[in-house]
């Protein structure tokens, strides 16, 4: 029986939640598993319903923060290292960036034989100032150097991990794309539809537009806010913006759309331009409800609303940034630049206008992305590193 202790920074709700989940519920019999990362944040989800629902009892690291804190990093990583001693892992698999380093500090003081770490994204874009960034990149090189290997989402990550920050060579790092339950984006559509669009009046000459994430900086809502006012200028259709997700810059986002003179509510009863949901756990019912998918995003790894999105067959609108050209079908959605906002307008424009034609398109990937995406080959495919390290 091989051991594998999975870190993940924290349990909030997103994809590396589900990720971390299936890997540790569904991995072959030799494995045995033990999941452990910390508690969401303020003004995040927990995501602690997925590993219950697979019947998964996850070890909570209360100490293991987003942020950086010398006091509560110390004593995660003595609460790892002790749960290491006691556990006795074959394989330490660390996901993301702060887990990633006191994962495998922890690990590789303890002398664990094998660490993995897989790179969800990254903060070398679009996060702080060249001084902060250049002192993170030094962190993962040397954490790099200590790994056995090191797993990329996508190839466009691969390719800016390995060739444009030099974190690692290029054949210590392997592509394992991200893996999700995603028929449920297919099943019962009809009804999650109506569901949805009766909890927020929607009529069906409304065209409904959703962006769902962390409130967030790096997820540039603003962009979102901007793009909708322009439409609602230049176009005679009906919409309704649906704003899904909670976070730190809520409040600020709410004072932009006012000094705007615009609307927004939190109360699905009220008339208002934008609606602000909070965060929706059956996200296949909001998928089924909208109309049209967005991303505005500064940085992104492989966006997991955008896989869910050409799942539940939606067009989508977003900013060409991490490896999202590597998952979204041409026919499926537009890209523009992150810095190009005029073009993104555009685009959001162009879809409003051509609802019927862009929505005729929107399905071509959905087979395809379920396929790609599963949480089966996700499993066999950590598999076969894990073998190929081991051996």
């Known amino acids: 029986m091989t051991k594998v202790l999975r870190i993940i920074n924290r349990f909030n709700l997103g994809g590396i939640s589900y990720n971390v989940s299936y890997l540790s519920k569904y991995l ?10 910390g508690p969401e944040e303020e003004g995040e989800e927990s995501s602690l319903f997925i590993p219950h ?69 990254h903060v070398f874009h679009g996060y702080f100032g060249s001084f902060k960034t250049g002192i993170f990149k030094y962190i993962e090189r040397y954490l790099a150097k200590k790994s056995t290997a090191i797993v990329a989402i996508s190839a466009v990550q691969k390719k800016e991990l ?86 730190e810059t809520k409040q600020e986002l709410m004072t932009y759309i006012q000094e705007k003179g615009l ?46 999105a050409q799942a539940a067959s939606k067009f989508i609108i977003t900013t060409n940034v991490g490896g999202i050209q590597d998952i979204l079908h041409p026919e499926c959605g537009l890209l523009s630049d992150a810095n190009d906002a005029e073009g993104y307008k555009n685009n959001l424009l162009y879809a409003v206008n051509h609802f019927e034609e862009v929505n005729s398109k929107a399905g071509a990937a959905s087979s395809e992305v379920i396929n790609k995406f599963s949480y089966s080959r996700l499993c066999m495919d950590m598999d076969e590193l894990y073998t190929k390290l081991s051996s």
């Open 263 to 308: 609307h927004y509510s939190i109360n699905p009863h009220e008339k208002a331009l934008f609606v602000f949901t909070s965060w929706i756990k059956e996200v296949d019912v909001a998928l089924a409800g909208v109309d049209l998918v967005c991303l505005t995003s500064k940085n992104e790894g492989t966006p997991v609303s955008l896989i869910e």
């Open 53 to 121: 629902s697979l019947e998964l009892k996850p070890e909570i690291i209360y100490e293991l923060r987003r942020s950086i804190n010398p006091f509560g990093d110390y004593f995660a990583y003595r609460k790892i290292k002790k749960i290491i001693k006691e556990f006795k892992p074959d394989i330490v698999h660390t996901h993301a960036s702060k887990a990633g380093a006191i994962g495998r500090l922890a690990a590789f003081h303890c002398k664990v034989p094998i660490l993995v770490h897989t790179f969800h994204g």
């Open 162 to 247: 390995c060739d444009l920050h030099k974190i690692c060579d290029a054949n210590k790092m392997v592509v394992i794309p991200l893996g999700f339950d995603l028929n449920r984006f297919m099943e019962s559509k009809n009804e999650k539809r109506l569901t949805f669009r009766t909890k927020y009046f929607l009529g069906e000459d409304e065209i409904a537009i959703g962006i769902i994430g962390r409130l967030a900086p790096i997820k540039n809502h603003y962009l979102f806010i901007d793009a909708i006012e322009y439409v609602v200028k230049n176009t005679s259709k009906k919409i309704k913006a649906f704003i899904i997700g909670d976070g």
């Open 28 to 37: 072959p019999n030799k494995y045995e598993t033990l999941l452990i990362g």
